[in-house]
């Protein structure tokens, strides 16, 4: 108020350090004042008009030049406060857009005589707050202008050790957010929930591990013959001599079996055209269920050994039971021709064995086989040179 009742125009002046405009597309500036009516306190210098308020947005805000000089004001975003008939309380709100050449704003407010003063400025964006749900944090989100069909784009973000998927996020003016982000736990990391909503993947102990990208799955102790010894493990190492394809991390680490032993009808059992062999079973299956037996057979002079069973010939069901290694296992080989002589080769075989589709050596079944050497009729047992496996294993 112009209590000296002053002929000249008053013009004071109040101005605000830089505000960075950071993420906003839109700014809302709103004051709060108090006043008294000039219809009341008839003054010389009392303005029925209140104070206007201007921003100032410098292309350097690196120093605070020109923030206290008026005529960088009065042409940029002026805006009249206003004044009701009476006393009391006004607010006003008002808003502008960011300039591109400029990362923020000074706010000058200028008081033209009313009787009245300036209770609170706040200056402020809009924004959806970011937060954190489970393994995916949610950043905050600037909204677009109030009047805007523009969306606001950004990524949400996966807790450590975890992997995301679908993380874009957008965002309208009406504070609508699109997208649905998911965040898995990283192979050798276990997913445990957090107090507030969160959670974290910490990673399995030293003799667990964990092979896939999951939350549903837990830490694992390693499968038999094999060990982690690291925290963090996807996959268990198999213990010495022991093997697992890499397709089965889950399966027990195995090998291939040991030979058949002691081949109990040698020379085989002739009747007619038609020859069994038996066997004593492998004391070492090597810790699969998919073991089983292949029989061979090398024609003298050939050089190429031919499968001769069409389906696996298992162990005897007494012995996978009982395990009584002392049950032989027999195979008869039928509708032989006469006079022929030939090297019949029974392999022991798991899925940890080598492939045995084709082979020329029995190198290639080693410490796998025992051999049987037949003939039938008149014909002489060939001398293969084949070397039939120590018996104990």
Known sequence: CDYRQSTQPQNNWVFTQFINYLEATEVFVNVTYQYISCVNNARRGCSTLYTTAYVYEPEDSRTNNGRTDPANYESNHPEVLGID?????????????????????????????????????????????SRTDGLIYY??????????????TRTAVCAPHSTGFNLTLTADSRGVVEGDPSCLCDPGYQFESLAGGGAECTACRPGQYKPSLSNDISCLACPPNSASADPATAVCSCDVTFFRPPSEPDEPCTRPPSSPRLAITSPPIIIGLDIKVCWLPSKDRGGRDDFHYNIYRLAAGSGQFLKINTEDILPNAVDLILEDLSLPVCYTLTGLKEQTSFTIVVVASNGAANDESSFTDVSDVENRFIAFYVATGSSEPPTSGLIIPDPVG
Do not use: W
């Open 85 to 129: 008939d009476g006393e009391g309380r006004g607010e006003k709100l008002f808003t502008f857009k960011p300039s591109s050449n400029a990362n923020g704003f000074y706010l000058g407010i200028q008081d033209t005589g009313t009787c009245g003063s300036i209770e609170r400025v706040t200056v402020y964006y809009r924004i959806i707050p």
């Open 139 to 152: 950043p905050e989100i600037p909204l677009p202008p109030v009047e805007s069909t523009d969306t606001i």
